[in-house]
């Protein structure tokens, strides 16, 4: 069974940073299927950069925990994706290896930070693709390009091997094209690591159910308010009623912390990463630092020139919020914040079993088209609460708006990741038929 | 003007790995970067795993020093930019340590017995290394073996009043740790200290990574005449930091940059709270050295000097107890007076020496079989063969090949005739009263006789033989 996938993608979306020929695959439940892998999780051989010049010709002598479970599972491992240079993004534009372009529509982008992996799938390149997902990263491309994609529970899949940008906040989690296939992958990379200390040995074996009777659904407010598009507020609610049709019923929730929930996201992403990128530096790995300098201003000159303005935006930002003086202000009161919105969905998935709502407040943007930083941030709104919370969301395609894919995305209880795919699975296999 | 010391140490637990991944911590004597993995190499993606054996050791020292293990601790990162950092920042325990609020029972310099406070102890990784090549080359050298490395930080309170008390309580530690077996103590750099110090109402200095217990008292003298001298002359002592300089026995000032560090604490993400109190009260503890000394006292019979001396190190006191049994208060003498002198000048480790030997020469001095002169000789003799790596012979043996069987009394006269004969000034003194005399005279005898006979036998000889008229 074991053999070599030939492997020369027609990429006009600019989709990988790295593609492999002749990728090898054993045997397994995904002997010889080629998947794509975004560039931020660690694949031993094959050059790993996050996007960035500081990482390019970096090439990991050790797999990630997933890659080596797809490995494992007899999968090819055809390329590495585009994504926002450390998955500091939401539209793939800020790649030291330029944007990736929307399959969809090639003038608008494909969300991010995993919009690579999103375009891979969307373009039929690959069936399926791991994505990364910090405050919205496999759901907001998944969204963009009309595919599905879950962010798993936190401590549901390894963390090993994932280049960090927020550890708190980040998962692997699956993309694919259908539902079916999203569980599929989710099978293949969610087991135990004793290396990521922050993992819970919760595997997931699960083949999607497409029964809803009797589940009650969370509509909260705050999902259907300022700033969503009301034409895409529409076709999550037309998805919705479908799934009543299905014997699923409705409930109001609220999750009133989310008014703090873009602050506190943006404080505590940022001061994480102001930590995990300090180590890249030039002196182990990535172009080399500048011997001839003393090491201080070699760090300086090598990162103000290697790290593209956003990211060296937000380690300005994290460090500040870390600072003594100010963490109290800033950094602490985040954790609060991010405590005060847990409990809010704890609350709100005692009343119901899920929740639904838009993945996105928006249809993808035009290239070029977010300049401003702040109204980038304000797009992650909807998906960095889940990744505050640590539940699991998945975001399935439910209809268009400007002929541009609209994501109906689904919030369920912490490890109950089976769950939120077999209501994803239950619109899909409905709207399908 | 009242001196006020307190003290960090780091210490180097002696687990077989790494605090966060499975690393050899062996590493003397090898090549540069050869005991190192993605983790202890900060490699992108990789994740801290918590070694939960650096954990036990940590508690174990807690209980020894009589420590309240909170119900949870926890993980921060230390954010700073240094080449042999790997990371670019240390994990370690900042607001939360491991162990707080323990003591540790010195002797102060009137040699009264006082508590030093122990704040808290917390566990951390220690960094890799710089290697400055010499012949100013024009790079730094990284060796990333020691990244890793679990250190155990100790922090007292301002307690210690003396240069003097400060080595005095590190020698003591030094000592706890080992009977613990959680610290190897002829691993070099591993313990390391940082001293603050400062005249009663003054200004703190500290004193940075000083590397060595004698390097301590050193430092810490200095810094008592330049901080008194400064206040003398009516000056201020600045508050800051200062470097030890070892070669020359001096402190020197830190630059000001350093000293404006902020380390950005936060809680590591990637470690969970360690919530270990309830692991406490599982760990045995061996006998610590000050009841190991009250039960030497009490069982052997021997003096609190020697009981102090033999418990102060586990080794040390291990070797008395399978020695005493000969007879306690003999071996004792031997081992911490004799043997330890001797090993001192050898500088040899009591490892190397094997204690059934030692047993059967104490039995020798206890039959009185030998003198304690020849007893001398034979210990040397065994001691440089072990030294040189060769079979210990039995100390029975070389008396037998060196003739050194205690002389029976009428064996002597004629060396004493001759003595005596040969050093007329000396007898006239002897009869002056000038009792140096008589010692010089037997001692001449000792010499002949190459220590066969017991000085205070020959004394008694040496003067009955003059009073009797003889010359």
């Not at chain 2, 050899?24 to 005991?35: C, G, I, V, W």
Request: hydrophobic content about 40%; glycine content about 10%; charged content about 25%.
């Amino acid at each position: 069974m074991a053999g070599t996938l030939d492997f020369s993608p027609d990429d006009r979306y600019n989709a990988f940073i790295t593609t492999c020929a002749e990728a090898p695959f054993g045997d397994g439940p995904l002997a010889g299927t080629a998947v794509a892998v975004k560039d931020n999780i660690s694949t031993a051989g094959i050059r790993t950069t996050c996007g960035s010049k500081i990482l390019d010709g970096y090439v990991p002598p050790y797999d990630a925990h997933v890659v080596d479970l797809l490995r494992r599972a007899g999968a090819a491992i055809v390329g590495k994706t585009n994504m926002d240079e450390f998955g500091m993004g939401s539209t793939t534009e800020t790649s030291a290896f330029g944007p990736t372009r929307n399959p969809v529509d090639l003038t608008r982008v494909p969300g991010g930070s995993s919009g690579g992996s999103a375009a891979a799938v969307a373009a039929g390149l690959v069936p399926m693709a791991l994505g990364t997902d910090t405050g919205g990263s496999i759901r907001c491309p998944a969204a963009f390009c009309g595919i599905a994609g879950l962010k798993p529970t936190y401590g549901r899949v390894s963390r090993y091997g994932l280049i960090a940008y927020a550890n708190s906040l980040e998962q692997v989690g699956p993309m694919a094209r259908t539902v079916e296939d999203v569980s599929r992958l989710m099978s293949v990379i969610a087991h135990y690591d004793p290396r990521d200390s922050t993992m819970l040995d919760r595997p997931y074996n699960h083949r999607p159910s497409a029964e809803v009777k009797g589940l009650r659904i969370g509509i909260p407010e705050e999902y259907f308010g300022e700033g969503v598009d009301p034409r895409v507020g529409e076709s999550v609610r037309d998805a919705i009623g479908v799934l009543e049709g299905l014997g699923a019923e409705t409930v109001p929730v609220s999750i009133p912390g989310m008014r703090h929930a873009l602050a506190a996201y943006y404080v505590i992403c940022t001061s994480e990463a102001s930590s995990n990128l300090a180590r890249f530096d030039g002196v182990r790995y990535g172009p080399a630092v500048d011997t001839r300098k003393s090491w201080h201003e070699a760090y300086q000159d090598l990162r103000r020139e290697l790290l593209g303005a956003e990211v060296r935006r937000r380690i300005m930002l994290g460090t500040f919020a870390l600072s003594a003086g100010y963490a109290g202000q800033y950094y602490a009161k985040a954790q609060v914040a991010r405590r005060k919105i847990r409990e809010d969905f704890g609350r709100a998935l005692r009343e119901a079993d899920v929740i639904a709502g838009p993945t996105m407040p928006t249809v993808a943007f035009r290239l070029g088209e977010k300049t401003d930083p702040i109204s980038m941030y304000l797009s992650d709104i909807l998906t960095a609460p889940a990744n505050l919370a640590g539940i699991p969301a998945i975001s399935v395609p439910c209809g268009r708006v400007d002929g541009l894919p609209v994501g109906l995305q689904i919030m369920g209880r912490q490890f109950e990741d089976e769950r939120v795919v077999d209501v994803a699975f239950a619109y899909e296999q409905e709207v399908r038929a | 003007m009242k001196t006020i010391v307190g003290l960090e140490i780091h210490v180097q637990l002696s687990t077989a790995t790494k605090l966060f991944c499975g690393c050899s911590t062996d590493y003397r004597d090898d090549e540069p970067n050869t005991h190192c993995c993605p983790v202890c190499l900060g490699l992108p993606g990789a994740l801290p795993r918590l070694n939960k054996r650096a954990v036990e050791y940590g508690l174990k020292v807690a209980k020894a020093l009589d420590m309240r293990v909170p119900e949870e601790s926890e993980f921060a990162r230390k954010n700073y930019f240094y080449p042999d950092l790997a990371k670019a920042y240390q994990i370690t325990q900042s607001d939360r340590p491991l162990a707080v609020e323990g003591t540790v029972e010195i002797e102060d310099d009137e040699g009264h017995e006082k508590i030093v406070r122990i704040t808290r102890a917390h566990l951390e990784e220690d960094p890799g290394r710089l290697i400055h090549i010499a012949g100013g080359s024009k790079y730094s050298l990284v060796d990333y073996n020691r990244s890793g490395i679990p250190l155990l930080e100790i922090v007292t309170e301002p307690d210690m009043r003396s240069p003097q008390e400060a080595r005095r309580f590190l020698n003591k530690l030094r000592t706890i740790l080992e009977y613990l077996g959680v610290f190897d103590g002829e691993r070099e750099g591993g313990l390391r200290v940082d001293a603050n110090i400062s005249m009663e109402g003054s200004e703190r200095v500290e004193v940075k990574n000083i590397s060595s217990y004698k390097g301590v008292e050193k430092a810490l003298t200095f810094e008592v005449t330049r901080q008194r001298n400064l206040l003398r002359r009516g000056q201020k002592v600045a508050r800051e930091t200062r470097h030890f300089v070892e070669g020359r026995g001096i402190t020197t000032s830190a630059r000001s940059k350093e000293e404006a560090q902020d380390y950005r604490y936060f809680p590591d993400p990637d470690l969970p709270p360690l919530r270990v109190a309830g692991w406490v009260e599982a760990i045995d503890l061996p006998e610590l050295p000050v009841a190991r000394k009250n039960r030497f006292m009490a069982q052997y019979g021997i003096s609190l000097n020697h009981a102090r001396t033999l418990t102060g190190d586990p080794k040390l006191a291990d070797f008395y107890e399978a020695v005493a049994h000969v007879e306690p208060v003999l071996a004792a003498t031997w081992v911490a007076d004799t043997l330890l002198g001797e090993l001192n000048y050898r500088e040899m480790s009591i490892a190397a020496v094997p204690a059934e030997r030692i047993a059967e020469l104490i039995a020798l001095l206890r039959s009185e079989t030998i003198t304690d002169a020849a007893g001398v000789q034979v210990l040397r003799e065994m001691l440089d063969a072990c030294a040189a790596g060769n079979p210990c012979e039995p100390p029975a043996a070389i008396v037998e090949r060196e003739g050194l069987t205690r002389a029976a009394e009428g064996e002597f006269t004629q060396v004493v005739e001759k003595v005596v004969a040969a050093n007329p000034q000396a007898v006239e003194d002897y009869r002056a009263g000038k009792k140096g005399a008589l010692n010089f005279l037997v001692g001449q005898v000792m010499k002949e006789t190459r220590g066969r006979a017991d000085p205070r036998e020959l004394g008694r000889i040496v003067s009955e033989y003059i009073d009797r008229g003889g010359v």
